[in-house]
């Protein structure tokens, strides 16, 4: 199985602050990877598919980077609906698999 | 409006049976691989199985082989979770998800699954 090891767990970040997290696979996945949002109690929302495409509405203060094995998701500057979980999605084997999530809070 | 819409959770003993359904509307379920995600209370999220457009590559995790059968009905635009032999540890919210490879990958609300007795 592909492991993906995502940094840090949490995050303690102010408004405007730019961030950024991490996801390592433990082998190459070339750029079949998501990067997803969830606020508590709703569903996952998809900020971003091949590693650096920008979905459709998500603001582009999203970015994401890399490919193989090592992969960022940026948030230029932090916005008071931003403060959630993240996650990642690798869907280059089966099974797939998720980074084990980024809390991020309010500082 | 593109819409996942699950349906069938609830609270189930253990060894017991429950089959979930996902309906899309607002496009064609056909054209996509589908996917099972699960989230267990206050944990990450956990990739459950897979199914292919034509329904004739089927994929599961190792913790749910043998035990749950993914399915789909193009026709009625429909996918399916049978889930049998259900352990305390199957306890999540699970969610269907289409497209996760592609520019319009979209994902159902989810739907509850307690096993306890």
């Known amino acids: 199985d592909i492991q993906m090891t995502q940094s840090p767990s949490s995050l303690s970040a102010s408004v405007g602050d730019r961030v950024t997290i991490t996801c390592r696979a433990s082998?190459?996945?070339?750029?079949?990877l998501g990067w997803y949002q969830q606020k508590p109690g709703k569903a996952p929302k998809r900020l971003i598919y091949a590693a650096s495409i920008l979905q459709s509405g998500v603001p582009s203060r999203f970015s994401g980077s890399g490919s193989g094995t090592e992969f960022t998701l940026t948030i230029s500057s932090l916005q008071p609906e931003d403060f959630a979980t993240y996650y990642c999605?690798?869907?280059?084997?089966?099974?797939?698999?998720f980074g084990q999530g980024t809390k991020l809070e309010i500082k | 409006e593109v819409q996942l819409v699950e349906s069938g959770g609830g609270l189930v003993q253990p060894g017991g049976s429950l089959r979930l359904s996902c309906a899309a509307s607002?496009?064609?379920?056909?054209?996509?691989?589908m996917h099972w995600v699960r989230q267990p209370p206050g944990k990450g999220l956990v990739w459950v199985a897979r199914?292919?457009?034509?329904?004739?590559?089927?994929t599961y995790a190792n913790s749910v082989k043998g035990r749950f059968t993914i399915s789909r009905d193009n026709a009625n635009n429909r996918l399916y979770l049978q889930m049998n032999s259900l352990r305390a540890e199957d306890t999540a919210v699970y969610y269907c998800?289409?497209?996760?490879?592609?520019?319009?990958?979209?994902w159902g609300q989810g739907t509850l699954v307690t096993v306890s007795s």
């Open positions: 199914i292919n457009s034509d329904g004739t590559t089927i």
């Open positions: 082998q190459g996945i070339r750029n079949d």
């Open positions: 999605l690798q869907h280059n084997g089966f099974p797939h698999t």
């Open positions: 607002g496009f064609t379920l056909s054209g996509y691989w």
């Open positions: 998800a289409g497209g996760l490879s592609t520019s319009s990958g979209v």
